[in-house]
């Protein structure tokens, strides 16, 4: 999994280690951990994931909703949800940790291996 990490602010970010589930129709089926980095002010970083895929879980979501969405409609709906944990560093001085959950639908499309669409929220700001 790959995904895009953007800083509009004018201060650097030094994300924790963070793990990530991944939703099928309500039940998951997936995790990925995503490493700790640093990312400065005014910047883009792409971050790469490989996803763990619990096939126990992934039998028991509707297997054949599964199948139809990838060769019928060619693409597939999932959710990631996580907690990120991070510290913001501007002149020298770092925050103390905050903590903030993480819940996005995305869309796929299978064959192209690309995203379709993506709608992304934060919640739960925890100092």
Same mark, same amino acid.
Do not use: W
């Given at each position: =999994?790959?995904? @895009?990490?953007? /800083?509009?602010?004018?201060?650097?970010?030094?994300?924790?280690?963070? %793990?990530? %589930?991944? =939703?099928?129709?309500?039940?998951?089926?997936?995790? *990925?951990?995503?490493?700790?980095?640093?990312?400065?002010?005014?910047?883009?970083? /792409?971050? +790469? %994931? %490989?996803?763990?895929?619990?096939? @126990?879980?992934? =039998?028991?979501? $509707?297997?054949?909703?599964?199948?139809?969405? !990838? @060769?019928?409609? $060619?693409? !597939? +709906?999932?959710?990631?949800? *996580? $907690?990120?944990?991070?510290?913001?560093?501007? &002149?020298?001085? @770092?925050?103390?940790?905050? #903590?903030?959950?993480? $819940?996005?639908? &995305?869309?796929?499309?299978?064959?192209? #291996?690309?995203?379709?669409?993506? #709608?992304?929220?934060?919640? *739960?700001? #925890?100092?």
């Amino acid at each position: =999994m790959l995904f @895009t990490a953007r /800083n509009n602010n004018i201060a650097g970010i030094k994300y924790r280690d963070s %793990t990530f %589930t991944i =939703m099928y129709r309500g039940v998951p089926v997936g995790r *990925g951990v995503v490493r700790g980095f640093y990312q400065a002010a005014h910047s883009a970083r /792409n971050v +790469e %994931t %490989t996803v763990s895929v619990d096939q @126990t879980n992934l =039998m028991q979501a $509707d297997a054949a909703a599964l199948v139809r969405d !990838v @060769t019928v409609y $060619d693409r !597939v +709906e999932l959710r990631v949800m *996580g $907690d990120v944990s991070a510290k913001i560093r501007i &002149i020298g001085i @770092t925050s103390p940790s905050v #903590q903030v959950s993480l $819940d996005c639908a &995305i869309v796929i499309s299978p064959s192209k #291996q690309s995203l379709v669409s993506k #709608q992304c929220g934060f919640d *739960g700001l #925890q100092v």
